[in-house]
């Protein structure tokens, strides 16, 4: 069964969302906005009624969720996640009809993508690799950038559901380059989480208006997407999650793995994932990104 036609007259395809978590909630709500029937499944009870509240359907399990769906959509924290979920006789693969697109949003290892493409083939179902980038402010406004890799066709097929999703949407490659590409963006964000933790701290010893000072930094050449998410953050000390240290710790070691395997140096890239990993191992894993703060200031004996 597929959903009332969109503007354009194509009728829009029944979905499945498997996850629900920071990302996964807001994102499917969006598509239930914009008048898909989304069907959900996640472990936690609160999710699955929050899906409801909004306009979902509640699945008491994968295969029940993913058994009329013409497409799959997962975002789940990281590879062994997803291979759960694809896997087994519960999992996706044996449950999901033949034809049906799986679109995996997840960050994971660009290999596991690739294995999982192969396997759902041999299923007769087609598969994108699509992370994205944005965190929960960009989930909830729809405006993720969603690097894509997989098929033209099957990429042409699903992007009206980026477009629900996303502002920015690119075919990066095969299977796998979604992955490369958002291991990329999760190697500069965390550079430059850092630069702005470093310049935060020096700013703050140095008495000047921090307030101020970030304003003008983000005015220049230094100005970033991430000082402009983030600048609030470290004015306030609010490390309230939009995107937990445990999974940047996650994605560095991806792109750290992945750079390795193709013989690229990462200098910096490498000190800062040690530096993320110091900051989960001190307790703080289950903090937004920009606590990266505290650690530079427990570096430099200040406030924590």
């Known amino acids: 069964m597929s959903n009332p ?6 009728p829009r395809p029944t979905i499945a969302w498997i996850g629900l978590g920071i990302m996964g909630s807001p994102m499917s709500e969006n598509l239930v906005k914009a008048g898909y029937d989304v069907t959900g499944f996640t472990l936690e009870q609160d999710k699955l009624e929050r899906l409801t509240a909004a306009g979902g359907t509640a ?21 062994p996640q997803v291979e759960a979920i694809a896997y087994g006789p519960d999992g996706i693969l044996e449950n999901a009809r033949s034809g049906a697109l799986l679109i ?27 992370p994205v980038s944005g965190g929960e402010a960009g989930a909830v406004e729809a405006v993720l950038s969603i690097m894509v890799g997989g098929e033209q066709a099957d990429f042409d097929r ?10 920015t949407v690119v075919l990066c490659g095969p299977h796998g380059s979604g992955q490369t590409v958002k291991a990329a963006n999760q190697l500069i964000v965390a ?19 921090l307030r101020a000072a970030l304003d003008v930094l983000n005015g220049g050449l230094a100005g ?31 792109v750290t793995d992945a750079a390795r395997n193709v013989g690229a140096a990462l200098p ?18 289950g903090l937004d990104h920009s606590a990266l703060l505290r650690a530079v ?4 004996g200040a406030r924590v």
Not at 158 to 167: S, T
Not at 191 to 209: P, T, Y
Not at 268 to 285: E, I, K, T, Y
């Open 59 to 79: 699945a008491g399990s994968i295969a029940e969720a993913v058994r009329d769906a013409d497409v799959v959509i997962t975002m789940v924290p990281a590879s």
């Open 268 to 285: 910096v890239g490498a000190v800062v994932a040690q530096l993320v990993a110091s900051l989960r191992a001190q307790g703080d894993g």
């Open 5 to 10: 036609a969109d503007s354009s007259g194509t």
């Open 224 to 254: 970033s997407t991430v000082l402009t998410r983030k600048k609030d953050n470290f004015l306030n000390r609010d490390f309230g999650p939009g995107f937990r240290v445990d999974l940047h710790h996650k994605d560095m070691g991806i």
């Open 297 to 300: 200031e427990r570096l430099s």
């Open 104 to 130: 995996d949003m997840s960050s994971i290892t660009p290999q596991t993508s690739v294995d999982l493409a192969a396997a759902a083939k041999d299923k007769g179902i087609r598969v994108l690799d699509a």
């Open 191 to 209: 550079v430059n989480i850092q630069a702005c933790a470093e310049a935060v701290v020096f700013l703050e010893k140095s008495g000047v208006d």
């Open 158 to 167: 699903a992007g009206p559901i980026f477009e629900a999703l996303g502002r």
